[in-house]
């Protein structure tokens, strides 16, 4: 066992009660350390914060957005004021947010009437003010005013990544989901660190962001019953696509767009019937088939839509990448696909974003300046290893472990079971550094857990299959080491906080739920 994972396992073994309190009763405090994903050192001690009618929150202007948010997640259950100050005169109990201290990560210290966390980085403090959310009762995560006393434990966390990229992934193609829906779900991922969503834009069945220079593709493709079994529909304009990319920015989340290509087109060749090699439209798909469509990569049109589509997303997209797709192209002839991605991925850099696709553009050579997001269940994976060698990154999604839309059990009724049956133990029980022999740590820009929409409905369809999972893999993402019995006694503690906030969970039985 690693040294700091003792750290974090003697701070769980700690009796609730804080010890070495003052005259006062020893308020009850959730032992430092208890939090999702684990941090790297966890030094308890001293006596415990108390959160106050009197508290008031400091931070620099550079911080207001993370002091907003801190202030968000306390009021409805304290009912306190909270004012968000630059200074607090010396007597004050205050949480304070400063813009100092580690490179990476963050610093939290907690003590009698100051907790202080320090960051180089809003993105940094962002992380720490997570932490707190965890380090206070689960009643905090209440929507209305509780009479109780709060307290966080004494002590100090030093934290940081493991992974830079810790995604998670949702189908917006098989199933609309409103944004309203997709804010909800920013909201939840981001309590456990996860920096980047991913938005799966367009699939067989439909077409989900607006494009000004080909309007019928959300005119045709976007429409009602362009779900799964006809159920649901909908697109999001630029307008929302904007505000989407915003409210996450503000949550230190970065939307990943994707546009899946040369397969996967359906939905754009109903729409585009040029864009088949026939020129005859397809009927509308709502089934669940893949791998029977693909561009017509002999035909100019089809780079003229790829390049227009590229253009317009980059432009509304502040992040870096823009995901291309790539997977399951089975209607396309290998070495059309081959040439078809040496032809598009550039185009992303020459529009200033990084080309990421699925792991199969990893057999074009121009994937060498690309993200390739590992989906397999296999160990290994040639034209992945080879295009690691030539400096493609990977992202970590194996199916069999990190896809949100696997059953737990045969049992569940939402999801697929093609990749396998995943359990909480199973999406923990893997590392992103070994997952793939052949492809080094040093490879690894980080994790992502796709959840993909073809049984799924509603937010509270999307929570079932991510929560308690997706947890697992931020965990995998964040932590410098991992335990199966240490994650699964914090995760035990955080059904409550779900609870509360109306999140619709799978009670696993592997879990003692308290
Ligand atoms: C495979 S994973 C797909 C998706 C499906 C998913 C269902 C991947 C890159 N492609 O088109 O939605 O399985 O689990």
């Given at each position: 066992?690693g ?51 009197r ?39 205050v949480?304070?947010l ?6 990476t ?23 720490g003010?997570?932490?707190l ?17 709060w ?18 992934m ?45 309007p ?17 529909g ?60 693909s ?20 432009a ?91 059953k737990?059990?045969?049992d ?103």
């Open positions: 066992m040294h700091r994972l003792a750290v974090v396992l003697a701070a769980l073994a700690l009796p609730l009660a804080a010890t070495g309190a003052p005259a006062q009763a020893a308020p009850t405090t959730v032992p430092l350390g208890n939090v999702i994903p684990a941090p790297v050192e966890v030094h308890p001690g001293g006596s415990p914060f108390r959160l106050t009618d508290t008031v929150i400091e931070a620099p202007s550079a911080a207001r957005t993370v002091a907003d948010r801190l202030e968000e997640a306390l009021k409805p259950a304290t009912g306190f004021r909270l004012p968000i100050i630059g200074r607090a005169s010396s007597r004050t109990p949480i304070a400063r813009l100092s201290g580690p490179a990560g963050y610093r939290l210290t907690s003590g009698h009437d100051r907790i202080t966390i320090e960051a180089r980085t809003a993105e940094g403090l962002f992380d003010v997570q932490t959310r965890q380090l206070l009762p689960a009643a905090i995560d209440a929507r209305t005013p509780q009479r109780r006393d307290a966080v434990a004494g002590g100090t966390i030093v934290d940081h990544p493991r992974y830079a990229y810790r995604g998670a949702l189908d917006e193609a098989r199933h609309f989901h409103t944004p309203d829906e997709v804010k909800q779900y920013i909201d939840e991922i981001a309590r456990f660190k996860v920096n980047y969503l991913h938005l799966h834009l367009a699939d067989d069945q439909g077409w989900r962001i607006q494009i000004d220079s080909w019928r593709l959300t005119r045709i493709s976007g429409g009602a019953g362009t779900g799964v079994d006809g159920v649901g909908g697109y999001l304009t630029k307008a929302d696509y904007k505000d989407l990319v915003r409210y996450a920015a503000a949550r230190y989340v970065t939307i990943v767009p994707e546009i899946d290509m040369p397969g996967h087109v359906n939905a754009a060749q109903v729409a585009y019937p040029a864009l088949t090699c026939d020129g005859v439209a397809p009927p509308p798909r709502t089934d669940t088939e893949v791998g029977y469509s561009l017509c990569t002999s035909k100019e049109i089809t780079y003229r839509f790829a390049e227009d589509v590229i253009r317009e997303i980059a509304i997209t502040p992040g870096p990448y823009i995901h291309v797709g790539g997977d399951e192209a089975h209607a396309t002839a290998p070495a059309d696909y081959v040439a078809f991605e040496q032809r598009v991925l550039p185009l992303v850099a020459k529009y200033g974003k990084i080309a990421y696709g699925w792991h199969q553009i990893a057999q074009a050579p121009a994937a060498s300046r690309a993200v390739a997001q590992f989906w397999g269940t296999d160990d290994t994976d040639a034209d992945l290893v080879a295009a690691v060698k030539t400096g493609t990154k990977v992202v970590m999604s194996p199916a069999n472990q990190a896809y949100l839309d696997m737990y059990t045969e569940t009724p939402l999801g697929q079971d093609w990749a396998a049956l995943i359990e909480v133990h199973d999406a923990y029980g893997w590392d992103p550094a070994t997952r793939v022999a052949g492809v080094p740590a040093s490879a690894v820009l980080g994790v992502e857990a796709p959840l993909w929409s073809e049984t799924l409905r509603s937010l509270a369809d999307i929570q079932y299959m991510a929560f308690p999972r997706l947890p697992a893999i931020a965990e995998l993402g964040w932590s410098a080491s991992y335990s199966w019995d240490s994650f699964r006694a914090r995760l035990g503690t955080y059904g409550p906080r779900w609870d509360r906030q109306g999140v619709n969970f799978y009670r696993s039985p592997q879990i003692d739920w308290s």
